[in-house]
């Protein structure tokens, strides 16, 4: 079974700071997906960035950018001149690409983003 | 786009009470999932679904029964709620890797 770690469960960075958030997995599995879930207050479930196992170069979404260490399982999150509407919980999520398809989350990372 | 709707968005239940939890999604999406989250704990998963009229027990399917009787409906129903049942549920749908959530449904059990 596949597990996934996130050993910061809280953090608070200045606003237009950079800040990184954690995540480490363990899996035996050779073709997977990573993601970087936020949750914001209102609650809702917002997809920040995905990596695809196989994709050597890491994944980047505007001010969001991910260190994917494959040989190590780690998967870090980025976040680049951090905003206060990026205050929300993150989670980190592991999906097996075939065969029992489903998503394994950490535990979150609560971020506030201090004006 | 409606995506992923679940109903209702907040129920208070007593002890021994049934419900089910309605999500709907009209993506055309093979997979489904049930997730609850719970404070310090992340989302656990469960209950899925991998195609209609299909289901499979996830990491906490205890207390719950699910169904799938259409491919764009999936029921998460429970016959007897307890106090440890009280939560936020999820609702998902996945085709090519990325899972859509429903906005949740908060479920209290007095």
């Known amino acids: 079974a596949q597990t996934v770690t996130q050993s910061q469960p809280e953090m608070s960075v200045q606003e237009a700071e950079t800040v990184t958030l954690s995540c480490t997995y363990d899996?035996?599995?050779?073709?997977?997906?990573l993601f970087w879930y936020k949750q914001p207050p209102s609650r809702q479930m917002i997809l920040v960035i995905r990596?695809?196992?196989?994709?050597?170069q890491n994944a980047t979404e505007n001010r969001f950018s991910v260190n994917f260490q494959k040989a190590a399982k780690s998967f870090s999150l980025k976040i680049s001149d951090s905003q206060l509407g990026d205050t929300a919980m993150y989670f980190c999520?592991?999906?097996?690409?075939?065969?029992?398809?489903?998503?394994?989350f950490g535990t979150g990372t609560r971020l506030t983003i201090i004006p | 786009n409606a995506g992923v709707t679940q109903t209702p968005k907040f129920r208070v239940l007593k002890t021994g009470q049934s419900m089910t939890l309605l999500c709907a999604q009209d993506?055309?999406?093979?997979?489904m999932y049930w997730y609850r989250q719970d404070p310090g704990m992340g989302l656990r998963l469960i209950h899925y679904?991998?195609?209609?009229?299909?289901?499979a027990k996830g990491e906490v399917p205890d207390g719950y029964n699910v169904s799938r009787l259409k491919k764009q409906n999936f029921l998460l129903g429970l016959e007897s709620a307890a106090p440890s049942q009280t939560s936020v549920y999820f609702c998902?749908?996945?085709?090519?890797?990325?899972?859509?959530f429903g906005e949740g449904s908060r479920l209290t059990v007095l």
């Open positions: 999520a592991f999906y097996r690409a075939f065969g029992n398809e489903k998503l394994t």
């Open positions: 998902a749908s996945s085709g090519t890797g990325e899972l859509f």
């Open positions: 990596q695809e196992a196989y994709k050597q």
């Open positions: 899996t035996s599995e050779s073709n997977y997906y």
């Open positions: 993506m055309n999406h093979e997979y």
């Open positions: 679904s991998v195609g209609e009229g299909t289901t």
